[in-house]
Nanobody, 117 residues
Framework: QVQLVESGGGLVQSGASLRLSCASSTSIFSFSVMGWYRQAPGKQRELVASWDSGGSTYYADSVKGRFTLSRENSKNMVHLHMNSLRPEDTAVYYC???????????WGQGTQVTVSS
């Protein structure tokens, strides 16, 4: 059973930066897709950024140029670097890793990010 644990959320002011981390209990080379989603109050969960094993990287239009994915293979961790945060980035952020595309995959428990204006 795969376990994903997020960390790094918090309360920051507009314009600040945060780094979210997702630690996997298994090697991240096991996964074909690794991504971050977020869910704001009253809204659907949305994909923020993702990698796939084919080398493609996706960023939602709302975060392009501000958010960046990185990985630490030796620690089985994936990070989401968030710069120039805005109040509309406020949400619970979840990492999701899939062994195969099109499957549900595994979810972390979520980490709250709150950006004040």
């Amino acid at each position: 059973q795969v376990q994903l644990v997020e960390s790094g959320g918090g309360l920051v002011q507009s314009g600040a930066s945060l780094r979210l981390s997702c630690a996997s209990s298994t090697s991240i080379f096991s996964f074909s897709v690794m991504g971050w989603y977020r869910q704001a109050p009253g809204k659907q969960r949305e994909l923020v950024a993702s990698w796939d094993s084919g080398g493609s990287t996706y960023y939602a239009d709302s975060v392009k140029g501000r958010f960046t994915l990185s990985r630490e293979n030796s620690k089985n961790m994936v990070h989401l670097h968030m710069n120039s945060l805005r109040p509309e980035d406020t949400a619970v952020y979840y990492c999701n890793f899939k062994q195969y595309r099109g499957t549900v995959g595994w979810w972390g428990q979520g980490t709250q990010v709150t950006v004040s204006s």
